[in-house]
């Protein structure tokens, strides 16, 4: 048989799939021969058309009948194809551009269905990121700019009024698919099949091919001329809405962080850039109508659509504002244009929202807002959830919705020149999912537009901020913790907030400058007045939640910045969030208790995160700001020692008066006036826990952690405990330890009055023994046994002057701890000069006794984990090092001389000699200010068993509480805190009939 005839005979004896797939082969070969200048690729329409059949053919396993290997031909085929359609294109026939115009479009879809071949196995993983590149490096996707252009130009208005055909039109809104479709094979590859440093690389490469050919601004000019025409708005619509979620993918996924927006990646500088502001139109005009939809408000230049009677749905009002007409229409949430009163489509907000976040924060304050606000009034009850809102003052609010609605009041916000918001028309237009995501989107970008003013208010030396930015940003404030303390209880009894939890630490987030010792922000002021604590604390007493603390160890929540604004957040708050972080101390207490005991080194996975919030929230002092917890009596004649007490820096001089905090024009003019109270709280419901903690640390060795970096976090955290301790010794001690009858007054006066003649000698003092001899109070007998039964003041003295001294290269320690160890001392020899001499000097002798039985042991210490106790020379070595200014350098001397039998330091003493002594003289003069204990307890009932650990519910002031019905006045969280008191202590006190016969019943308190 002749060869030609048997060629013949084998291509009909092939099946139609062969003989598709060697086409295309063939033509792939060539495509790739011509990439590399090898070969020439001169198609005639026959060849081209043989090519689009055979994809039909093959149908979505093209790829797959391919292979590998020639995914790159297939590419290069494309961008031949496109640039050979575009009618201006040189040497081609019109029969010519007529084939390679049917073949771009089969040939797109058969390369973006790489995704959906990959994820059937039909191809390697690699195949959807080898395409994505080969279109990016072949220039492919900038071949479809030409055709974008020329199909944009007949929809565009221009010198003539034109009318296109219906045909065209069709031919645009399927072109522009054509590269919507390949931008979401990008989006979706890097997505579902790239490693975070491939995403990055062909995010970058993307981004430049982009900016480069203009492709954005191609397409946005194609969509805006559709969206003009009678027969292409509703597909303009659809090309939009799917544009957005790959714009949105492409630009960071769904994240609402929008802080750094401009930093996150290239795509998002793309969407600010020049290149494309056809395509900034198109996102900011959707976001405008977009909220002018759902309230009614200003639509900012955008011209109105039609009449309510032409919209075919009843009017509202009469007098409801016109709607905007944006270039592009809006779509449901199914991506179809929308109808009158169905859900908005959330598809190009979130870019849109990105692009206004970027450059247009003059008005995005108002804009993000209304958008926050209009998704208050569009949730709707889930019957599978029950949902409750948590209130300022820490209660429960369990009809959330007025609430959430009137923390979005735009009284606060809203310019009153501008006509009412129409709030009620959102109402049932959102679907469900995207509510939460575009009110945080919202909060983000009303929080950027007030940023500038805030970082201003916040420099120092600034003046007190404006009232309408505090009005401002308090009304942010509000909202944004609305949502955040917006929870639902699922049917299984387990509680959730409502937002992801990314969502609640970035709402939760307080900004101030990134200087250290700059506390008191305006942002933490008002986010404290506004209900901040509640939230925080319902998500510390989450599982879930805890681990953000830990994430962010070095500075959970902007503590650092609290200073003393956490004063701000009232009594009830303060007592409710100590006692829960008390709680969470006793947790980790407890797991470090039960680590192996043996000499083997331990896993300490150690709490620094959550050592830090407590030290750093509780401080209350920063060097520049000090809180004031006991004020100095009237005017002594010399006005730089009427000072406050409290806890301080630990300074040399006094503190400074409350007067004028210096933290820049953010810090509020005086205290709050509620100090008292929630300082007592805080020592009451907080300092237990803390040393607790602190005792369990400390009989853990250094070198027995298991390895360093563990090790250096349990010394810091260790010497953090420490210093909290002390800072609060001082104002526990002047409520333990308060004037006697005869002063303050008739000490300062006579004090005062000999002070001229020159210092006083060693003797006897006038108001020595005051306080000690004159009847304690209630109030001063619980203060006293919350210092030294509690917190075991000799123990917060000893371990911190071993910490001190143990470690020769413990300079971090020393310098911290010495002022503050300084202020103790000196507030216990002039206020309680009884109980320190008797604390050393048992000190003394355990130290002695210790000293024996090691000598009689070979040298070696039998107890060296057990507890120190302040004696004379740990406290000389202690005090040796030159870290706490001249009141320091005197300290070791005035100690041995106030354990000899004439003690020298006294109330007197202190006063006369002022100007050598200005910390004595400061605790010999002061009064706490701290409030009765009895006064705490009213405030916040807590469980009466002292080792309950329970953190049920979203805070402790939400706990409901059961009365013992024997005594009736122990309460208890649950049946079993109450059965652990009983055996602890609480059958003695209890007037149970029950007698030896167990605890009684609960009833309600």
């Known amino acids: ?121 039909g191809l390697s993983g690699a195949a959807p990121l080898e395409v994505c590149t080969a279109l990016i490096k072949s220039h492919a996707l900038r071949a479809f700019c030409p055709l974008l252009a020329a199909a944009a130009a007949p929809l565009l208005p221009g010198p003539q009024p034109q009318q296109p055909s219906r045909r065209s039109v069709q031919s645009a809104l399927a072109l522009a698919g054509q590269v919507r479709s390949a931008l979401g094979l990008m989006a979706e590859t890097m997505l579902e099949c790239c490693t975070p440093e491939q995403r990055q690389s062909l995010t970058a490469t993307l981004a430049t091919e982009l900016a480069e050919s203009g492709l954005l601004e191609h397409w946005a000019r194609l969509v805006i001329g559709l969206g003009a025409c009678e027969d292409g708005e509703d597909g303009a619509a659809k090309e939009a809405a799917q544009l957005g979620k790959h714009l949105v993918a492409l630009a960071g996924h769904d994240s609402t962080d929008l802080r750094f927006v401009q930093q996150l990646d290239p795509w998002t500088e793309l969407l600010l850039s020049g290149p494309c502001p056809c395509l900034a139109y198109l996102l900011s005009s959707h976001l405008v109508a977009f909220a002018a939809e759902l309230d009614g408000g200003p639509t900012y230049g955008l011209p109105p659509a039609a009449s309510e009677a032409q919209l075919a749905r009843p009017s509202i009002s009469s007098a409801q504002p016109p709607r905007p007409q944006p270039p592009v229409p809006l779509v449901d949430t199914a991506g179809f244009p929308l109808r009158p009163r169905k859900p908005l489509g959330t598809h190009l907000t979130a870019p849109a929202l990105r692009l206004w976040t970027g450059v247009l924060k003059a008005a995005g304050q108002t804009l993000g807002m209304r958008l926050a606000t209009s998704m208050a009034h569009s949730w709707t009850v889930d019957d599978t959830w029950k949902f409750l809102l948590l209130s300022a003052d820490s209660s429960i609010n369990k009809n959330p919705w007025d609430a959430l609605l009137a923390a979005h009041d735009p009284a606060a916000w809203l310019d009153p020149a501008v006509p009412p918001l129409q709030g009620t028309a959102a109402v049932g237009r959102m679907d469900p999912s995207d509510i939460a995501f575009v009110a945080k989107l919202g909060l983000s970008l009303a929080r950027e537009a007030l940023e500038p003013a805030r970082v201003l208010a916040d420099m120092p030396g600034q003046a007190v901020p404006s009232d309408q930015l505090e009005k401002q940003l308090g009304a942010w404030w509000r909202a944004a913790l609305a949502w955040a303390g917006l929870w639902g209880e699922m049917e299984s009894g387990r509680t959730l907030p409502m937002l992801r939890w990314e969502l609640v630490e970035e709402l939760l987030e307080i900004r101030s400058r990134d200087m250290p010792g700059t506390p008191n922000s305006l942002d933490a002021r008002l986010a404290m007045s506004s ?11 989450h599982p879930d939640g805890r681990y953000l603390v830990e994430e962010h160890r070095l500075d959970p929540f902007a503590c650092e910045h609290w200073g003393h604004t956490i004063l701000h957040a009232g009594p009830r708050s303060v007592a409710s969030f100590a006692a829960t972080l008390s709680k969470l101390l006793g947790s980790e207490r407890l797991l470090a208790a039960a680590k192996d005991n043996t000499g083997n080194r331990r896993r300490l996975f150690f709490p620094s995160g959550l050592i830090k919030l407590v030290y750093a929230g509780f401080k209350l002092f920063s060097p520049s700001s000090k809180t004031h917890l006991a004020l100095a009596p009237g005017d002594t004649g010399d006005a730089a020692h009427v000072a406050v007490a409290g806890p301080s820096d630990g300074g040399a001089g006094p503190s ?59 010394s810091d955290g260790l010497v953090s405990l420490m210093e909290l301790l002390l800072v609060w010794v001082p104002p526990i001690l002047l409520a333990a330890e308060p004037l006697g009858p005869t002063g303050p007054d008739t000490a300062v006066r006579s004090a005062s009055s000999g002070a001229s003649s020159g210092p006083a000698g060693p003797g006897p003092g006038v108001l020595g023994s005051a306080p000690e001899s004159a009847s304690t109070s209630t109030a001063q007998h619980a203060w006293g046994a919350l210092l030294w039964d509690v917190l075991d003041l000799p123990f917060i003295l000893g371990a911190t002057a071993t910490l001190m001294t143990r470690d020769p290269g413990a300079l971090h320690a020393r310098h911290t701890l010495t002022p503050l160890l300084a202020d103790a001392l000196w507030a216990l020899m002039v206020r309680a000069p009884a109980r320190f001499r008797s604390m050393v000097a048992a000190a003394d002798s355990a130290e002695a006794a210790a000293a024996a039985a090691a000598a009689e042991a070979g040298g070696t210490s039998a107890n060296a984990g057990a507890q120190p106790g302040p004696s004379q020379a740990l406290l000389r070595r202690a005090l040796a090092q030159q870290h706490g200014g001249a009141d320091c350098t005197s300290l070791p001397e005035l100690i041995a001389t106030e354990l000899s039998p004439e003690p020298f330091l006294d109330f007197a003493a202190a006063v006369k000699l002022h100007k050598l002594w200005p910390r004595a003289f400061l605790f010999a003069t002061s009064t706490s200010l701290l409030a009765p204990v009895e006064s705490v307890v009213a405030v916040l009932p807590l469980c009466s068993n002292p080792l309950c650990l329970s953190l049920g519910g979203p805070s402790e002031a939400a706990v409901q509480l059961f009365a013992c019905s024997g005594c009736g006045e122990a309460r208890y969280c649950s049946r079993r805190c109450q059965e652990g008191h009983w055996g602890r202590g609480h059958e003695q006190e209890c007037g149970n009939g029950g007698g030896s016969g167990g605890a009684g019943a609960l009833r309600g308190a």
């Open 656 to 714: 400074h008066a409350p007067a004028a905090a210096s933290g820049g024009g953010s810090s509020p003019p005086a205290a709050a006036p509620q100090l008292p109270l929630t300082a007592a709280c805080v020592a009451l419901h907080l300092l237990p826990g803390v040393a607790a903690l602190a005792r369990v640390l400390y009989g853990i060795q250094p070198d027995k952690v298991y390895d360093l970096e563990s090790r250096s976090t349990f």
């Open 531 to 541: 209900g901040y604590l509640p939230v925080l604390e319902a998500v510390l007493r």
């Open 1 to 121: 048989m002749p060869p030609r005839a048997a060629a013949a005979r084998n291509a009909r004896a092939r099946t139609p799939e062969e003989r598709a797939v060697e086409t295309l082969k063939s033509m792939a070969n060539q495509a790739l021969r011509l990439a590399s200048g090898r070969d020439a690729c001169a198609w005639s329409p026959t060849e081209v058309n043989a090519a689009s059949e055979a994809i039909d053919t093959l149908g979505p396993r093209v790829l797959y009948a391919m292979g590998e290997s020639r995914l790159a031909g297939l590419v290069i085929m494309l961008g031949l194809a496109l640039r050979r359609a575009t009618p201006s294109s040189p040497g081609i026939t019109d029969g010519q551009r007529s084939a390679y115009a049917a073949l771009h479009p089969k040939l797109t879809t058969a390369l973006v269905n790489v995704i959906e071949e990959f994820s059937g196995d």
